[in-house]
C-alpha cells in the first residue's frame, strides 16, 4: 500500500487513537498515526498518515487550528469540559445579570497573542507522566504557561439552555497547541461565573478543513483500495514547502542518501516565498525533492555555508 495522508472527520465518544487503531485493522498497516489529538467527546478533522507519512507528522503538529466550540457558563468543572465533575455552579442571579453583549465582549477581548495555562486534564507529560494519568490519581500537576495566539474568535447564538444556564457557540482560529478548555474556563472566569466547554468540532488542521473530511464510518464500508484512492499524496501535504525537481542521476543519489551540493540541485529561487506556503509550516527553509512525477523523494534543508543539503527525511520509492 502507498503511503499518504487522509482526513477523517472523527465522530463523537471515540479517541483520536481508537480511530488509528480501527483504521489500521482495516487497512492492514503497520505504520500509521494521527497528526494531533482530538478528545473523544469532540468530532471533526484528525488527519491520518500512512506508512511513510508518519514521518511528515511533526510539520502539521503546530499549524493553524479551527474549531466551532459550545461554551457553558455558570458551571465549572475539574476538566475544565462536559466529561469531568462539577466543581462549581454560579448562583442563578449571577447568570440572571448575564447579557450577550457583556459576554461579546468578554469573548473578543482573548483575540490576539497571549499567555495560556495548559488544562491538569491533558496530554501533556511531567517527568514521563500524561497529566491526565497524574490528575486521576489525585496529582494536579499546573504546567507554566505557553504562548498562544487566537487569530479570530467571536461569540454567536446566545441563550439559555434547557437548565436555564448561558450557552454560547464560538467559532475559533488558534495557533497549534490552543487548549479550547483552557480557553472556555478562562471565559468563564474573566465573566466571574465560570464555564466549560460543553462541545467541540475541529474545523480546520492546517490546510485540512472540515469539507475535506470523510466520517470514519463511510471509509469503513469502502474497501482498502478505494480508501487509498483518498489518500492526499506526501508531497500535496507539503505543498507548502517549497520544492526541488532532481534528474534520474540526482534522484538515484537521494535513494541513498549520498551528499547533494547546491550546485548539482538548485536551491529554489527566493526560498522563503517558494511553494504554496500556508499557516501550517513548521520551517520553511526545509525543502522538498520531487522526481518528475512529483513522488516525494526526500525533505533537505541547506547546510550553514548553503553550499550543500542537509537530509531531514529519505523517502523509498
Do not use: W
Not at 53 to 58: D, E, F, N, V
Not at 254 to 262: A, E, H, R, T
Not at 292 to 300: H, K, W
Amino acid at each position: 500500500m502507498k503511503s499518504g495522508l487522509l482526513v477523517v472527520n472523527k465522530p463523537k465518544g471515540i479517541s483520536s487513537a481508537g480511530v488509528v487503531s480501527r483504521l489500521k485493522r482495516l487497512l492492514k498497516v503497520k505504520k500509521i498515526g494521527h497528526t494531533g489529538t482530538l478528545d473523544p467527546f469532540a468530532t471533526g478533522v484528525l488527519p491520518i498518515v500512512v506508512g511513510q507519512a508518519t514521518r511528515i507528522s511533526k510539520y502539521f503538529l503546530k499549524g493553524v487550528k479551527g474549531y466551532y466550540a459550545q461554551v457553558t457558563l455558570g458551571i465549572e468543572t475539574d476538566t475544565c469540559d462536559c466529561t469531568g465533575t462539577v466543581t462549581h455552579t454560579a448562583p442563578s442571579g449571577r447568570l440572571a445579570a448575564l447579557d450577550s453583549y457583556q459576554v461579546k465582549d468578554v469573548v473578543t477581548g482573548f483575540l490576539g497573542s497571549q499567555e495560556q495555562i495548559p488544562p491538569a486534564y491533558s496530554a501533556l507529560k511531567h517527568k514521563g507522566q500524561p497529566l491526565y494519568k497524574l490528575a486521576r490519581q489525585g496529582q494536579i500537576i499546573e504546567k507554566p504557561p505557553r504562548p498562544i495566539e487566537i487569530m479570530a474568535i467571536k461569540m454567536e447564538n446566545f441563550c439559555m439552555d434547557t437548565n436555564g444556564h448561558p450557552v454560547f457557540n464560538m467559532p475559533v482560529t488558534c495557533s497549534g497547541g490552543t487548549y479550547i478548555r483552557s480557553l472556555a474556563h478562562d471565559i468563564g472566569a474573566a465573566l466571574g461565573c465560570g464555564a466549560h466547554l460543553s462541545a467541540l468540532q475541529r474545523t480546520r488542521a492546517g490546510q485540512f478543513k472540515i469539507e475535506h473530511a470523510v466520517d470514519l464510518d463511510h471509509f469503513e464500508k469502502m474497501s482498502p483500495r478505494d480508501i487509498e484512492a483518498r489518500f492526499i499524496s506526501m508531497s500535496q501535504c507539503l505543498a507548502f514547502l517549497p520544492a526541488i525537481v532532481a534528474d534520474s542521476e540526482t534522484a538515484g543519489k537521494v535513494k541513498y542518501g549520498q551528499p547533494l551540493s547546491v550546485a548539482e540541485i538548485p536551491m529554489p529561487d527566493a526560498l522563503l516565498m517558494a511553494g504554496d506556503k500556508n499557516e501550517s509550516q513548521n520551517n520553511i527553509s526545509d525543502i522538498r525533492v520531487l522526481d518528475s512525477d512529483d513522488n516525494l523523494l526526500a525533505i533537505v534543508t541547506p547546510d550553514i555555508s548553503g553550499q550543500t543539503y542537509k537530509y531531514c527525511c529519505v523517502f523509498s520509492a
